[in-house]
């Protein structure tokens, strides 16, 4: 799965038997020793994460003399290069910290190291890594991800010199069954999370809802899933008044994008996926602020992560149905766009004040979610950089997880579990009667800040089907790394929530 079929998305991920002699670079852990504090930034006598019978006691015993030579610390992230031993055929080595070794129990600690190294390792042909010894599927991705970059928008003029990582050989541990069928899986998954970066990356001039739909069904064709796009007509024709109200200040018009996935068993459980895909907001006649206004390129970020993770569901083949409804508009002010206090009819019927018209997600996913919950989903998952308070309320890297109690907590727990990092957040019920409106059945926002992320949810709650098990996942913060890079999260998109939601299907296919 690629957005554009020519570029490489990561590196060459390979199993290795042995170190070798073909590679440029080891790539070792290093833990906190004995004697050491248990914590994150413990850094007395580091000791090596090499597996085992990997590498002799002459070997290991070289290796530790050049760590505590150039004082090696085993902090989270903190990196250490040494010249490798002469019997080793790589000819340097890069120790990157983990922590205290407790913390190689969580998945991302592997992940992150491996993102680390290959941040670290741009301009290297071949890596061999003893990482894999504790999670090869985590080290695997973690290499990709971290590996990943998008350039198509720069000249020569500053173009990176150095090439990205371009291989890696990972070292399975002696407790592992299956290499080739993890590594397949580890690359499955880099590959769709490095799929939905590139389209948050891609730029508003050149990603706009039809060419946004265009490239969705591109992706989903190759992938052998069902595709209907509705146009700007099919959406006015067939009631999608969400739709249509945000997206009718814009030049650009807006699209619904349906992908589905069968999993060819009758019995199959039914997941669907709801992504907001704002490819750009200004906030519309209530016009944003142009400070930080640019980083509103990224609110499409939970259409890219639903629409290739739909692709990822297929090429998994995955044992459950999975649909995507993935609602496409431009935010714009014009005189053609909605005012603050018009009211819209919503798909299904329900009505709406809009009082705010930078709250537009909830106006777009409100159409999505009746049209999914027509198909008769067990599981509802939808996404969205939603709300400003997602990040006032959890930070920039916590998605704030919502929706009918089991399926929520069952989902935070998943996007834990996986690193990435969702956390349950309730509904507080004195907030509904807030979205009360003076002319119709809601208004889009309440008349006060507090909960905002928690009164978006609420409101998205009104069209989600009875009997629907459902999870609203806000990932404003998490979708758009506006800082510097760490582990295996570069700048710009960060493909959160993919490996959530693709960890829930198969949740759900093993457990149902
Ligand atoms: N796309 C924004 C939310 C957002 C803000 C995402 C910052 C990423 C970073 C959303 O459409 C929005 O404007 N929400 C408003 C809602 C308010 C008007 C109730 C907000 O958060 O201010
Ligand atoms: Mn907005
Ligand atoms: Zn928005």
């Not at 090596?48 to 505590?68: C, F, K, M, N």
């Not at 705010?356 to 909830?362: F, K, Q, V």
Request: proline share 5%.
């Amino acid at each position: 799965m690629s957005s554009a079929p020519d570029r490489q998305l990561g590196p060459d991920l390979a199993i290795a038997t042995s170190i070798g002699d073909a590679a440029d670079v080891l790539v070792i852990g290093l833990v906190s020793g004995p004697g050491s504090s248990d914590g994150p930034d413990a850094d007395a006598t580091p000791v090596p994460v090499v597996g085992d019978g990997i590498l002799d006691d002459a070997q290991l015993a070289e290796i530790s003399a050049s760590l505590t030579a150039v004082g090696a610390s085993a902090g989270a992230g903190e990196i250490s290069r040494i010249v490798a031993p002469a019997s080793i055929g790589a000819s340097s080595i890069l120790a990157v910290g983990m922590g205290a070794r407790s913390a190689l129990d969580d998945p991302d600690t592997v992940r992150r190291a491996a993102g680390v190294a290959a941040r670290t390792l741009t301009g290297v042909g071949r890596v061999v890594t003893t990482l894999s010894t504790v999670d090869l599927g985590a080290a695997a991705e973690g290499f990709f991800l971290g590996a990943y970059r998008f350039e198509e928008f720069r000249s020569d003029k500053t173009r990176s010199t150095k090439a990205p990582l371009a291989s890696v050989a990972l070292l399975p541990g002696t407790a592992a069954r299956d290499a080739a069928a993890e590594l397949d899986r580890a690359r499955s998954i880099a590959t769709a999370v490095a799929v939905a970066r590139d389209f948050v990356n891609t730029p508003p001039s050149h990603l706009y809802p039809e060419e946004f739909a265009n490239r969705a069904r591109t992706l989903g064709e190759t992938a052998g899933l069902e595709v209907e796009i509705l146009d700007d007509t099919a959406l006015i024709e067939q009631g999608y008044g969400g739709i249509v109200g945000v997206g009718k200040g814009s030049s650009r018009l807006p699209r619904l994008v349906r992908l589905a996935y069968r999993s060819g068993a009758s019995d199959a459980k039914k997941v669907a996926l709801v992504g907001k895909g704002v490819t750009f907001d200004t906030g519309g006649i209530s016009i944003k602020p142009a400070a930080g206004m640019e980083n509103m390129t990224s609110d499409m970020g939970g259409a890219a992560a639903v629409v290739a993770t739909v692709v990822l569901a297929a090429q998994l083949g995955v044992g459950v149905d999975v649909t995507a409804t993935v609602p496409m508009a431009e935010n714009m002010p014009s005189s053609t766009a909605q005012r603050p206090g018009d009211v819209l009819t919503q798909y299904g019927g329900i009505t709406v004040e809009v009082i705010n018209t930078d709250a537009e997600g909830r106006l777009i996913l409100a159409d999505a979610i009746v049209r999914a919950c027509a198909d008769d989903p067990d599981y509802l998952i939808d996404t969205a950089t939603l709300t400003g308070a997602q990040m006032v309320a959890l930070g920039t890297r916590t998605p704030g997880v919502m929706g009918t109690d089991d399926f929520r907590d069952r989902v935070a727990g998943i996007s834990r579990r996986i690193g990435e990092n969702g956390w349950a957040m309730p509904f507080p019920e004195e907030l509904s009667a807030d979205l009360k409106s003076r002319v119709a059945d809601l208004a889009n926002v309440t008349n006060h800040r507090w909960g905002g992320m928690l009164s978006a949810g609420i409101f998205l709650r009104e069209f989600v089907a009875d009997g629907v098990e459902w999870a609203h996942i806000d990932v404003a913060g998490p979708a758009f790394n506006t800082g510097g890079p760490w582990g295996y999260t570069p700048k710009g998109g960060t493909g959160v929530p993919v490996r959530t939601m693709i960890s829930v299907i198969e949740d759900i296919a093993a457990l149902g």
